[in-house]
């Protein structure tokens, strides 16, 4: 049996795959200190609701690479302490991020969470690390959509030039 053969679980991660898992993990961190500052920010109960399931989708995902990394003897990178508490009123205004910056934030978040999820599943040779980082897109996809119908649902999505009619096709 050769070193890349048998459980996935039981062969050693190339240097891509260390780097994928570490960059994620260090990310991800990152992102949930940002979500939390987004959830005191937020006025709007439904964004608030949205920022709560990416809240709990990036600790999924710190758990799951972390314990990763532990598992093949690679210290994780250290994560951000939580914010402290804050009431919505007690930010200054000018200080405030808006609700529809906060989602268009959420918005970016998720569409370059599919890349890095899509970056990551492509250089995996272990298919159960390519399997996580595969799940963890289809887990953002759904966060995305989830970001999409709520700002177009409360008239925060500003699209881009549209066309409204159809014209008539040129023959070459």
């Given at each position: 049996?050769?070193?890349?053969?048998?459980?996935?679980?039981?062969?050693?991660?190339?240097?891509?795959?260390i780097?994928?898992?570490?960059?994620?993990?260090?990310?991800?961190?990152?992102?949930?200190?940002?979500?939390?500052?987004?959830?005191?920010?937020?006025?709007?109960?439904d964004?608030k609701?949205?920022i709560d399931?990416?809240?709990?989708?990036?600790?999924?995902?710190?758990?799951?690479?972390?314990?990763?990394?532990?598992?093949?003897?690679?210290?994780?990178?250290?994560?951000?302490?939580?914010?402290?508490?804050?009431?919505?009123?007690?930010?200054?205004?000018g200080?405030?991020?808006?609700?529809?910056?906060?989602?268009?934030?959420?918005?970016?978040a998720?569409s370059?969470?599919l890349?890095?999820?899509?970056?990551?599943?492509?250089?995996?040779?272990?298919?159960?690390?390519?399997?996580?980082?595969?799940?963890?897109h289809?887990?953002?996809?759904?966060?995305?959509?989830?970001?999409?119908?709520?700002?177009?649902?409360?008239?925060?999505?500003?699209?881009?030039?549209?066309?409204?009619?159809?014209?008539?096709?040129?023959?070459?």
């Amino acid at each position: 049996m050769g070193v890349l053969s048998g459980n996935s679980k039981d062969e050693p991660l190339h240097y891509g795959e260390i780097f994928n898992l570490w960059q994620f993990s260090a990310s991800t961190k990152m992102s949930l200190s940002t979500f939390q500052a987004f959830h005191y920010h937020a006025g709007d109960q439904d964004l608030k609701e949205v920022i709560d399931n990416f809240i709990d989708q990036v600790h999924r995902e710190i758990k799951e690479c972390d314990k990763l990394l532990k598992t093949n003897g690679i210290t994780p990178p250290p994560g951000l302490p939580d914010r402290p508490s804050v009431k919505l009123e007690d930010i200054p205004a000018g200080a405030r991020f808006s609700d529809p910056e906060i989602a268009a934030a959420l918005s970016a978040a998720a569409s370059l969470g599919l890349v890095v999820c899509s970056q990551a599943m492509g250089t995996s040779i272990r298919e159960d690390l390519g399997a996580m980082f595969m799940k963890f897109h289809a887990q953002m996809a759904a966060l995305g959509l989830q970001v999409l119908k709520m700002n177009k649902k409360k008239g925060w999505l500003v699209p881009p030039p549209l066309q409204l009619k159809t014209r008539e096709p040129v023959l070459v």
